[in-house]
């Protein structure tokens, strides 16, 4: 004789809950953020230069492209809840509205946590209204050891009053070719941050890598004028001093002239050399 076995349900004194309707939002979420997301790449690298702020410049035909994958995967993610929404229609009249007489409390499942993954929503919309400012000052002066630079050919510099360099050419050649800057007159582009000892500012420009998260300082100390505040990008004249410059930690110095604010550049992690236009 065949027996069948009873699943047992632990009894607790309580009725069984009863199921709540799906809220309005639910199966929302996922789409949305993508579509969210692919809004907010395409808006920084698309609409504005915004991107440049936190990835080199080479990266933007990848980002664009990541945009667009996940603003149409969410828009498909979206027609396809609106789709099966329609095919399932809502309840009648009687049936929505809750049995105060029905035994039981209303298990409402996950709600809190459906409404805390919203919170991922904040990402994409802060790309949107209110984008970070690029790296500055703070990020400077707390990389302690100022980024290498490789040994290159270095011409010697034309037969100028004033010359411009990149911020990376002027620290290079004062490691490898001190006697291309002997006496020359220099002019740099770069942001102004506080120095270690009274009297001295640095002048930096960062260099990145892929991205912000790995930015490396290069830096020159600033002798004989007041600091400027820190952030402001500026336009330094001066002569180095001809001091030895460690090639582990080049930090040249300068003996300045003048000292001119300038508007930032359109891309603050591309060092070149300041130009009159």
Not at 14 to 38: H, K, M
Request: charged share 20%; aromatic share 6%; with cysteine.
């Amino acid at each position: 004789m065949l027996r069948t076995r009873r699943r047992s349900v632990p009894v607790t004194g309580r009725p069984p809950a009863r199921a709540a309707r799906p809220g309005l939002l639910s199966g929302l979420g996922p789409p949305v953020l993508l579509a969210l997301t692919g809004t907010g790449l395409l808006h920084t690298t698309v609409r504005s230069d915004v991107y440049l702020r936190y990835v080199k410049e080479g990266l933007r035909p990848y980002l664009i492209a990541s945009g667009v994958l996940l603003l149409a995967l969410g828009l498909a993610g979206l027609g396809a809840e609106v789709v099966r929404r329609v095919r399932q229609p809502l309840d009648d009249h009687a049936e929505a509205e809750p049995d105060d007489h029905a035994e039981g409390p209303v298990d409402h499942g996950h709600g809190g946590a459906s409404h805390v993954a919203w919170l991922l929503a904040a990402p994409a919309l802060t790309l949107m209204f209110i984008a970070p400012p690029a790296l500055g000052s703070y990020t400077a002066s707390r990389d302690r050891a100022a980024a290498g630079v490789e040994r290159a050919a270095y011409e010697e510099l034309p037969d100028a009053a004033v010359t411009p360099l990149a911020l990376e050419d002027f620290v290079g050649r004062s490691v490898h070719a001190p006697n291309t800057l002997r006496g020359r007159t220099v002019r740099l582009l770069g942001f102004a941050s506080a120095g270690r000892t009274p009297g001295t500012w640095y002048l930096n420009r960062l260099k990145l890598s892929c991205c912000a998260a790995d930015a490396r300082t290069l830096r020159v100390e600033m002798r004989g004028v007041q600091a400027p505040a820190g952030d402001t990008w500026v336009e330094v004249t001066g002569v180095w001093r001809g001091d030895v410059v460690a090639a582990d930690r080049p930090v040249p110095t300068l003996e300045v002239a003048t000292v001119n604010p300038v508007d930032p550049p359109r891309n603050p992690y591309h060092d070149a050399a300041p130009t009159d236009g």
